[in-house]
């Protein structure tokens, strides 16, 4: 038997969830304890909160940065969320996906449309919803980085986000943290057996064929 490689194609998976959802504590979760998926970190024209660390969290740059790298086509999608600008630096998608590699991405529906016109074949699409409407509160809240206004404004906003959960492919109820991540990677190990992002199956499997 001689050894023919099959090779996956990375995958582009897409959590979307309305504010105090818990994306962010599964997104950090998933990326500790799987070394094949890498963060698509984002560049926004937001102020960073406390604790956040440039080039980790976001790439912090002012509207004006934003709007050429937007016009360089240095972005894969951009889309205004409430009264701030994000986009997806294109050239480390690309790269980690040219490797082999799986992107995570935080992003809203409107930059998951975006994605989805361009590479449908590579994305998976994860909707995160919480279990109630007390609960979205209590954890907007909780967090208290933001001012009460802004808490306010991210609740209106929740409703609109969420009235676009019938555009993914999957959803969470995140009701308990253990459960929601379980959850999460078994969709993943699900998406990297997919029989069309295995590269040189075709030969593996006329190899069978011919030794039987
Ligand atoms: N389209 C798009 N949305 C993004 C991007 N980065 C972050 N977002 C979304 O913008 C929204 C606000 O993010 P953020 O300012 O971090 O606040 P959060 O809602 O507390 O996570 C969230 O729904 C993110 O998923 C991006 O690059 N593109
Ligand atoms: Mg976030």
Do not use: C
């Amino acid at each position: 038997m001689t050894g023919i490689a099959i090779h996956r194609r990375g995958l582009m998976l897409v959590l979307s969830s309305p504010s105090g959802a818990g994306k962010t504590t599964l997104s950090r979760r998933l990326l500790e304890s799987d070394h094949e998926i890498d963060m698509s970190v984002s560049a926004t024209t937001r102020k960073p909160r406390p604790g956040e660390v440039e080039g980790e969290d976001y790439f912090f740059l002012t509207t004006e940065d934003f709007g050429i790298m937007r016009n360089r086509g240095d972005f894969l999608e951009s889309a205004k969320v409430f009264d701030n600008y994000y986009g997806t630096p294109r050239k480390p998608v690309e790269e980690a996906l040219a490797q082999g590699h799986d992107v995570l991405f935080d992003i809203d529906w409107q930059g998951t449309q975006q994605l989805d016109e361009t590479a449908p074949e590579d994305l998976v699409k994860v909707f995160i919803l919480p279990p109630s409407v007390q609960e979205l509160e209590r954890r907007l809240e909780k967090r208290a980085q933001d001012p009460a206004d802004v808490v306010a404004a991210r609740m209106a906003k929740a409703s609109d986000e969420i009235s676009h959960y019938q555009e993914y492919d999957y959803i969470i109820i995140n009701e308990n943290m253990d459960n929601a991540f379980a959850e999460l990677q078994a969709i993943l190990r699900a998406e990297r057996l997919r029989r069309r992002r295995l590269t040189g199956l075709s030969n593996f499997v006329k190899q069978l064929r011919e030794a039987l």
